[in-house]
């Protein structure tokens, strides 16, 4: 029991993962500091679906799976879990290339438009008020 718990504890958090990678830059809009943490997990997840690599967390699960006498998969979380509810066929190099692309153009989206409120910030501080 204890085994099944803990795999979907690795569930749970590899979800989280994914939507904090997918979503993560809107907490940058309020709290900018997030961004230490938002970027290089953003990069990994980005790095993930380009190259086809397997989280960690995915063989994590599969062990603990294992050990509760559960089956373990072969593909990776996304492939496993995100992908049937979104599609019925399988996960294909092509999708991971667009999964990978929507990670990157929504932050390079939304820290845009975090860099262009901290310009717009700067020039009316050096600006001279009438």
Sequence with gaps: MLYSILSRLIVLLHFAFILFVLFGALLVLKWPKIAWLHVPLALWGIIVEYFNFICPL?????HFRKLAGSTVYESGFIAHYIIPLMYPEALSRNLQFILGSVVLLI????????????????????????
Excluded at 58 to 62: D, F, I, K, L, M
């Design 107 to 130: 932050n390079c989206l939304i820290y845009g438009i975090r860099i262009r409120r901290l310009i717009i910030k700067r020039k009316a501080k050096t600006e001279p008020s009438i």
């Design 58 to 62: 995915t063989p994590w699960e599969n």
